[in-house]
């Protein structure tokens, strides 16, 4: 019997995902070798498959090489339009784009990395625990399958990253999960539980028995549709239409009966089945519709998705498919629907530039919540709730911001007035600390996206802009790693900072700092170790008080600077490099007395 071809690298990343092109990549800038497995012929994930509105609350919340792919973006406009196009003014600073523009833009990205960083297609990995080869606890191989070619390929490396949706990797070599939904009485979390709420309603304005069950956020996908009819593709019948499955949208229209207020103008049409967000060229993100009772979302029927095999995940996507596609067609076409409201939707139709290989419509599902592996810190909603995340302050690797946001976990309900699952709960800029990606119980594993979260916590975890920060924070910590000769899960935090910082990332919010501006290393670096406070607002060019020079020069032991005449800045940057040149030991000697 012929044995399995065999490929070693630095570091092997198992998904194609906007995480797992941010982790390859920042292993490659450090010169080391990575490869991308990826089980379709694409690469990624949601924003190259519609997802083209960015879900960020603060701009600025989030940096490092996710706001050169925002640049990227808006540069590809403005080369492409001209500056004062209406492109541009529609790509909204690079934060909004077409699906073929990102994935040119990942494309770019990785091209950039020469031949330190390979991606591979058609390469799939089944969650057996035999195709996760370990050395004790230590992952240090994993068998793949050639999807074009059927033969067995394995992969060594010294430290892998799951960047699958699923979490399929880790959960192949035993880290720990969960799936569905916390109970109230566990972690004290607004949202958990069986959850009803008025769409737009007050966030306090809810029910919810408070009870765990094994629920799983619904998925879609994101369509990108558009009203030129040079560029529109005309939605068809599917293969397995049910009209009965849509016959409740006619009384929902005919009496204007939604989940959340009447806004009649947002209903006028298309709107009451799909929410949109405009795009450059005249397309819209087509996302579900919160405020109706059946959109593009199908609860219920993606509960064992997670841990399903391939077989029955695909047979579940061509599903979702026609299940989407039929609800579009019975909208436009159904004569039991008011004539006018059909021809406000017959206006709109698939965009025929996107997708081409694959009927106009999306490759990929949009897998919201997966398996959620138990990582040395769990993140829950109270991290995004307080004030700068302080409980994770000194591990962060990044900063974030979007609301607890979860879809639906149960489809309509006779006499409910709202479908359950879904909420949106306001938070503020937080901190992601470093162990919500190391897994326990694996070792030479990182897991960017299938993050250690609760049910409520990974519901703002989950979107791409902190998906993708935190696969920067694994491709940089597999460098610090290998450097200082130590586990992913033992390696030097404080070094693992020092470069995020020198990669532009954000570790803690200011509105009044960003990356490249003065002193902002050491802003980020002595605010993560309570120097400043939890205002948003760092004052680097006021002078520093003789209260804050006593405090910082007395903590970090530099008595020669406790006469410092300057701005904090100045202060800050003074004493980043003092501490800076002291051994690793004293280092970490001195963070450890640093007050969370």
């Keep these: 019997m012929k044995s399995p071809l065999s490929f070693e690298f630095d570091a092997v990343i198992v998904g194609g995902t906007p995480a797992g092109i941010m982790a390859g990549i920042s292993v490659a ?73 990102a994935e040119m833009i990942l494309h770019q990205m990785i091209a950039v990395q020469g031949d330190l960083l390979e991606v591979r297609t058609m390469r799939q990995f089944n969650h057996e625990p035999s195709n996760a080869i370990k050395d004790g606890d230590a992952l240090s191989a994993i068998k793949i399958i050639n999807r074009e070619s059927g033969a067995e390929e394995i992969y060594r490396a010294q430290v892998f990253v799951d960047a699958t949706y699923e979490g399929d990797l880790a959960a192949a070599a035993g880290a720990p999960y969960m799936l569905g939904r916390e109970g109230a009485d566990e972690y004290g979390e607004p949202c958990a539980g069986k959850f009803y709420q008025r769409w737009d309603a007050p966030v306090d304005e809810y029910y919810s028995t408070g009870q765990a069950d094994n629920a799983i956020q619904s998925y879609n996908y994101r369509l990108p549709l558009t009203t030129v009819e040079s560029n529109m593709t005309r939605i ?105 409201f059909r021809e406000r939707c017959n206006r709109w139709g698939l965009a025929r530039d996107e997708f081409s290989d694959n009927g106009n419509f999306p490759r990929q599902i949009y897998v919201r919540e997966g398996r959620r592996i138990r990582g040395e810190y769990l993140f829950t909603a109270h991290d995004a709730l307080s004030k700068r995340g302080a409980r994770a302050h000194m591990t962060s690797i990044t900063a974030s911001h979007y609301a607890l946001d979860s879809h639906a976990c149960l489809k309509r309900e006779e006499g409910r007035p709202h479908t359950d699952g879904i909420f949106t709960y306001p938070t503020s800029p937080y901190c992601v600390p470093y162990g919500v990606i190391v897994p326990l119980a694996v070792e030479n594993l990182l897991i960017p996206t299938p993050a250690s979260g609760t049910h409520i916590g990974f519901s703002t975890l989950r979107m791409e802009p902190c998906w993708m920060a935190l696969g920067e924070a694994a491709g940089i910590a597999i460098n610090v790693g290998i450097d200082g000769r130590t586990s992913v899960r033992d390696a030097n935090v404080v070094e693992l900072q020092r470069r995020l910082l020198r990669a532009g990332a954000v570790l803690t919010y200011y509105e009044d700092a960003a990356p490249g501006d003065k002193h902002y290393e050491a802003l980020q670096f002595f605010a993560l170790r309570g120097f400043l406070g939890d205002s948003y607002q760092a004052n680097l060019d006021q002078p520093v008080s003789s209260a804050d020079r006593s405090n910082w020069t007395s903590w970090a032991n530099t008595p020669e600077l406790a006469r410092f005449s300057g701005t904090r800045g100045q202060l800050l940057d003074r004493i980043y490099s003092e501490v800076g040149k002291r051994t690793d030991a004293e280092q970490a000697a001195l963070y450890a007395t640093a007050e969370d």
């Excluded at 019948?237 to 009447?262: H, Q, T, W």
Aim: glycine letters at 10%; one cysteine or more.
């Design 29 to 101: 800038k450090a010169g080391r070798r990575a490869v991308i497995l990826e089980r379709t012929g694409y690469i990624g994930g949601l924003p190259a498959n519609g997802l083209g509105a960015t879900d960020i609350h603060t701009r600025g919340a989030t940096g490092g090489l996710f706001l050169e792919f925002v640049g990227r973006v808006k540069q590809h406009y403005s080369d492409t339009y001209g500056a004062d196009s209406q492109q541009v003014i529609d790509c909204s600073g690079g934060y909004r784009f077409e699906p073929h523009v």
């Design 236 to 340: 068809e019948k599917p293969p397995m239409y049910n009209r009965d499955e849509y016959v409740s949208l006619i009384d929902d229209v005919r009496l204007n009966r939604f989940a959340g207020p009447p806004k009649p103008m947002e209903f006028d049409g298309i709107g009451a089945i799909t929410n949109m967000v405009r795009l450059p060229n005249d397309k819209v993100d087509g996302n579900n519709q919160h405020a109706a009772f059946i959109s593009t979302d199908l609860p219920e029927e993606n509960w064992p998705y997670p841990t399903a095999s391939w077989d029955w995940r695909d047979r579940f996507a061509q599903r979702l498919r026609d299940y989407i596609l039929g609800l579009f067609y019975f909208a436009q076409n159904d004569p039991e629907l008011p004539a006018d």
